[in-house]
């Protein structure tokens, strides 16, 4: 998978997953485009990547803000005339407000929504302007648009929707383009946040038997098939979505 001289945009790669596909891309010799609305997470990564000799710009952006996002694509063109990958991570949830659905205000609701679904939209659309025959989007979604746990529904609803808002961009950018959605499952990325929020998270062996793999998954599960989506050696995938959960979502487990 050959990615020298490829500019990649990756969204909310200050930290998680994110962080690990933009260090991904790097180390395969891409420049990385580090567009995160935490400065202290863009500019940690952006300096720990350069120290190594790796291309990377950190450039501040709220996807929520279309004049954000136009301002993020605009120094992108500036600098590097064209975009060949943009990876859709950037993203928030509202698992642990405490909230349910009859007590989390519909600002909340829609507040997810704006940042998971119509932020991909936003970059998609500014970012799909500048990009040549053979570019590729890869759209983070998640488990939860196929399952849920009780009172997740803005989560769970955003990333049904990033499901939709793929095959869709699929056939509105194609055949210049391709658009596919990944689908993590339970990720540690305890070890891949920034160094002021970086610590260690003891997994059991009961979250480790609930993957038929036996295993949680780690950053790098996420960030090598982001490679191959956005690869020469994917071109024939559009449109498709991947499921990358250790086979969480295909183990039966009763109640004990």
């Known amino acids: 998978m050959e990615f020298t001289g490829k500019i990649v945009v990756v969204t909310g790669s200050g930290q998680g997953i994110g962080n690990c596909i933009a260090r991904t891309f790097a180390e395969k010799k891409a420049t990385v485009v580090i567009a995160e609305i935490d400065e202290e997470a863009g500019l940690e990564l952006e300096a720990a990547l350069k120290e190594e000799g790796l291309a990377a710009l950190f450039i501040p952006t709220d996807v ?12 992108v063109i500036e600098c590097y005339g064209r975009i060949d990958v943009l990876v859709n991570n950037a993203g928030i949830s509202t698992h642990m407000d405490q909230n349910t659905l009859f007590t989390r205000s519909i600002e909340d609701f829609e507040r997810v929504m704006r940042i998971n679904v119509t932020g991909a939209y936003m970059c998609s659309k500014y970012c799909g302007a500048h990009m040549n025959e053979g570019s590729s989007i890869i759209n983070m979604t998640s ?25 869709s961009l699929a056939s509105s950018l194609g055949p210049k383009v391709r658009v596919n959605a990944i689908s993590p499952g339970w990720i540690d990325v305890s ?9 260690f998270v003891a997994l059991t062996e009961k979250d480790h038997a609930q ?22 050696e994917a071109s024939f995938i559009t449109g498709s979505h991947f499921v990358i959960d250790g086979g969480m979502t295909r183990k039966m487990i009763y109640a004990e």
Do not use: F
């Open 64 to 75: 929520g803000s279309e004049d954000s996002v136009k301002q993020m694509v605009a120094r």
């Open 143 to 167: 488990t939860r648009a196929l399952m849920s746990e009780p009172h997740t529904e803005p989560y769970s609803a955003s990333k049904g929707a990033l499901l939709a808002l793929t095959h």
């Open 191 to 199: 070890q891949w946040k920034k160094k002021s929020e970086r610590k």
């Open 211 to 232: 993957h038929l793999v036996g295993r949680v998954g780690v950053p790098e599960d996420i960030a090598y098939a982001t490679l191959y989506l956005a690869s020469d």
